[in-house]
């Protein structure tokens, strides 16, 4: 079985700080992790992955999350947030093996970018 | 032009109504899924499919059948719609291989209920 906890449904930075998203996850084998971000009126869109190789995960927008084994963690952060990266985000767990071949999503944390 | 898309973007009707949501992609995946999205859950599984004749429940499937009448095209059928069917409904595709492929996503529709 696999699950995901994101901690905060709502965050509110201001422009130029740091944002910090958390997600822990568990699961039975070794998983493979996803942030999405989701705008308004929109899909998701995969901002990063975590697939066993580096731990410390680059993405895009200038995002980055670090994989910690001991805290069954993946927290998403970014040094500096802009006003265009508000919006709805994700962390998804997928099994690295076996039948659980499905993603399984936290219930988002909505980002707000406060001038 | 959009790679995964979906129709209609908005719908509203009545309970009891059959309704059918549909998906077409141009990425070329095998794998399709459908996920509803409520506020405060995320997105839970619905559907999902791994290829033309293969067809597999998610988390959630009572009330919504599916069908996959070509690589491209899956399509979301709720019988006899109701009103706690209301959210926003998403498909998604993804290539074959191990569960470290993302997902693609279409931009959803958002089904009301009435």
């Known amino acids: 079985a696999q699950s995901v906890t994101q901690l905060g449904s709502h965050v509110s930075v201001s422009e130029g700080a740091l944002v910090l998203l958390r997600c822990n996850y568990s699961?039975?084998?070794?998983?493979?992790l996803f942030w999405y971000v989701q705008y308004p009126n929109q899909g998701l869109q995969l901002l990063l992955k975590?697939?066993?190789?580096?731990?410390l995960v680059k993405g895009i927008n200038g995002f980055e999350a670090e994989f910690k084994k001991s805290e069954t963690s993946f927290h998403l952060t970014k040094p500096s947030a802009h006003m265009s990266d508000a919006a709805e985000y994700f962390c998804?767990?997928?099994?690295?093996?076996?039948?659980?071949?499905?993603?399984?999503f936290g219930s988002g944390t909505q980002l707000t970018v406060l001038p | 032009d959009a790679d995964v898309t979906q129709t209609p973007r908005n719908r509203i009707t009545k309970t009891g109504k059959r309704i059918m949501l549909e998906c077409s992609q141009t990425?070329?995946?095998?794998?399709m899924y459908w996920y509803r999205q409520d506020p405060g859950l995320g997105l839970r599984l619905i559907y999902y499919?791994?290829?033309?004749?293969?067809?597999n429940k998610g988390e959630i499937s009572d009330g919504y059948s599916v069908s996959r009448q070509a690589q491209a095209k899956f399509s979301l059928s709720l019988e006899s719609a109701i009103p706690n069917q209301t959210a926003l409904y998403f498909c998604?595709?993804?290539?074959?291989?191990?569960?470290?492929?993302?997902?693609?996503f279409g931009d959803g529709t958002r089904l009301s209920i009435l």
């Open positions: 998804a767990v997928s099994a690295a093996s076996g039948s659980a071949r499905q993603l399984t």
């Open positions: 975590y697939t066993s190789a580096a731990t």
């Open positions: 998604a595709t993804s290539d074959v291989g191990s569960s470290n492929q993302p997902q693609h």
């Open positions: 499919s791994f290829d033309v004749k293969d067809i």
């Open positions: 699961s039975s084998v070794p998983p493979y």
């Open positions: 990425k070329g995946h095998d794998r």
